[in-house]
Structures are given as C-alpha cells and as structure tokens.
Nanobody, 123 residues
C-alpha cells in the first residue's frame, strides 16, 4: 500500500520561502498523479497544486500561481512543493496526496494521503 509522509513545514515570515517534501513508500509514485492540498482552521480542504504522472496536466490554485511550484523526483520517490513569497493566508496544514489516474484537483479525487505538515506564515 502506498504511504506518504510530509515534512518541511514550519514558521516563516511573510515573503519567506519553504520547500515541502513528501516521501512515498510501499510503492513507486510512477504512474500516479500527485497533489498538494491545504486546510486552514475552519475552512474546507482545497487543492493547492496537482500534477499528472506524465506532466501533461498541472493545476495551481489562483491564489498561489506564480509563487508555488510542484515537482517530483522519481529516483527518490519524493514529491515537492516549493513555496515562495509566502503570505499569512497561506497558513494551514498541508497534505500530500496521490491517485492512480487523474480526475482534477479536488480532495475527493485522491485515494492516498499523508497526515499533513503545518505551515504558519506570520511576523
């Protein structure tokens, strides 16, 4: 069974950067779509960025376009989310997710989830 573990979250000042990592185990991520989602207190989980296995389809939430970049390293079986120019509204728990196939960037599209890593953007 595919398992995902996120890391790299923390406290950062507005304008700063973080790189989140998601290490997969139990199965290779090759052939899976990957995604990053976030959930702020009192809000629904939202898709931040999703990318198909072949890279033909990549989605970014409007609020993060130009600031965040999703990528994968198949040799390390790891997914990354580079976050630049962070804003307080980026604060939340960030989840890595994967799915065999691709149906978009909604939480219900994904079957495999990490437990999340906290990102707090505050001065």
């Amino acid at each position: 069974q595919l398992q995902l573990v996120e890391s790299g979250g923390g406290l950062v000042q507005p304008g700063g950067s973080l790189r989140l990592s998601c290490v997969a185990s139990g199965h290779s991520l090759v052939g899976y779509t990957i995604g990053w989602f976030r959930q702020a207190p009192g809000k629904e989980r939202e898709g931040v960025s999703c990318r198909s296995s072949n890279g033909a389809s990549t989605h970014y939430a409007e609020s993060v376009k130009g600031r965040f970049t999703i990528s994968r390293d198949n040799a390390k079986n790891t997914v990354y989310l580079q976050m630049n120019n962070l804003k307080p509204e980026d604060t939340g728990t960030y989840f890595c997710a994967a799915d065999w196939g691709f149906s978009g960037c909604l939480p219900n599209d994904y079957d495999y989830w990490g437990e999340g890593t906290q990102v707090t953007v505050s001065s």
